[in-house]
């Protein structure tokens, strides 16, 4: 099982990114995704969720109204559009995958975001 994320970049105060992760998983509508993000020398945080079918999707507080996720199923890709970025948001972000509520077993390997002020 592979997760490829990409989209990171740098950016200035202000701007947007839009995050994409494809996913080989054959059944991939079964997972909830989630982005994740860990800036050096901080924990890794939980960003933002979706469940299977889009419906249901969480947001750390501090980018709910910034940030949006969604996934497509036919093409196995889950995206975190960010905008009015934050030097704050710096971080490696991740996507990975849960078959059960919570817990996150296949992991990408991440994809730097540097805002710079």
């Known amino acids: 099982v592979q997760l490829q994320a990409f989209g990171g970049g740098l950016v200035q105060a202000g701007g947007s990114l839009r995050l994409s992760c494809a996913a080989s998983?054959?059944?991939?509508?079964?997972?909830?995704m989630g982005w994740f993000r860990q800036a050096p020398g901080k924990e890794r945080e939980r960003v933002a969720t979706?469940?299977?079918?889009?419906?249901?999707?969480y947001y750390k507080d501090s980018v709910k109204g910034r940030f949006t996720i969604s996934r497509d199923n036919a093409k196995n890709t889950v995206y975190l559009q960010m905008n009015s970025l934050k030097p704050e948001d710096t971080a490696v972000y991740y996507c990975?995958?849960?078959?059960?509520?919570?817990?996150?077993?296949?992991w990408g390997q991440g994809t730097q975001v540097t805002v710079s002020s």
């Open positions: 990975a995958a849960a078959y059960r509520e919570g817990l996150y077993e296949y």
């Open positions: 998983l054959r059944t991939f509508n079964s997972y909830r």
């Open positions: 979706i469940s299977w079918n889009g419906i249901s999707t």
